[in-house]
């Protein structure tokens, strides 16, 4: 086989074969082959326009380029490890297909603007998937909230009994954080992947009249990287981009958690779908969570993809360096785990039933309400710090004589405050309680409704929205 590489100009003797298969990345950045087309084709007619080459080598090289994007597509297309990367297997199958035209694709760049731009490229498409992604899961969250309206859980601190809350505030709360998730992937795509590092070329620019900015343009760029050097050394966007992921991943590991404990038969308070569960090969009677398990447990190698690309740029000298070769699997590897977490949770979600009876159970235990208490004598007049010594040993009684709070007469009650009356009963209960909230978003049941229906509107808009960017 031929093996001439397109940089063999210095060198007298061949690659040996070791090297080549461990400088290779070819393996792994094929996946990167439509946005490098799409770059290269934006870069044949920017140099057409700068008259660096005809029209008609311009045509003929897009031409070829579209032919073998066909061809990668159709599965016609074999990458060949010793052309190292999919840039340099790309523009050889150019030459090899359309003659002297396809010399000229790579005039005015290099590998190091080329796969800066790429991996941009890519990171854009994905950043618009994961966002339709967390909005599919965030709808399932509000439909769940809303079909569940009227399910109060125990809510929790220190896993303890805290508070009454409604079970779609609860879900609301992962939407919100869902919500922030996305808004850090849009930060990322529209304040720091707006920007085009094409032109750069090696590290210092080029010497040949080109027009960047009308290349950026063609690709959706706002602007061209003002730094040469730092257009091809930069990965910040990389880490960002793994940070926002191991954020969601994050987020997705608590979920599952609170799941996992949730479907346990201490707590009991789900079921999980036949379907996104798994059973045990030696224990017949057993329905595993394995799929929040795995959920939880992916979060892990997100975590650790982020660690490989912050140590992989810490104490690197500019410009470009070889090491940057090992961001792809970081990136790629940490993105495919979020994508179909996100999809398998969010089927899970929807698969999932919430059990009232075993909810309203466990409303009974933990004094759920005894800050409702302490908060009814504060509007009587009582120093918040008198009233919980005062509900604290209401509640020593109780638990004494194994009562709660409601069952107790005002007699008994006025015993620990004189101040207490009739309407306490208003208040004591977690029916009650859940419905004299009045701070902002906070649990009552009037402003958890108007949340539903704020976030059923707010999302189909932005599903609508992502369709027509799509359309
Ligand atoms: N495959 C390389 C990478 O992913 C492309 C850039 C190579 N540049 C170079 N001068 N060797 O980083």
Partial sequence: MNKKKPWQG?????????????????SFDWQLYKYDIEGSIAHATMLAKCALITNTERDKIIKGLR???????????????HLEDVHMNIESALIERIGDAGKKLHTARSRNDQVALDMRLWMRDQIKILTKLLTSLQYELVLKGKANIKIIVPGFTHLQHAQPVLLAHYLLAYVEMFERDKSRLRDCLWLRLSESPLGACALAGTTLPIYPEFTANLLGFYRVCDNSVDAVSDRDFCIEFVFCLSMIAMHLSRLSEEWIMWSSQEF?????DDSYCTGSSIMPQKKNPDVLELIRGKCARVYGNLTTLLSLMKGLPLAYNRDMQEDKEAVFGAYDTVKRCLSLITGLVKNTRFKA???ARACEDGFLDATALAEYL?????PFRQAHEIVGSIVKNCIKTSRILPELGLDTLKKYSPVIDEDVYKVLGTE?????????????????????NEWEKRLSKQGEKAKRSRG
């Fill in 357 to 359: 009876e075993i909810f």
């Fill in 432 to 452: 009650n309680c859940i419905r004299s909230y009045k701070s902002p978003g906070s649990t009552a049941p009037k402003l958890v409704r108007k949340q539903i």
């Fill in 378 to 382: 504060v509007l009587k007049g009582i």
């Fill in 67 to 81: 032919e073998i994007q066909n061809d990668i597509e159709s599965g016609d297309f074999v990458f060949k490890e």
């Fill in 10 to 26: 210095r060198f007298t003797k061949p690659t040996s074969t070791d090297v080549e298969a461990f400088t290779e990345s070819v």
């Fill in 268 to 272: 009991d308070f789900i079921n999980i």
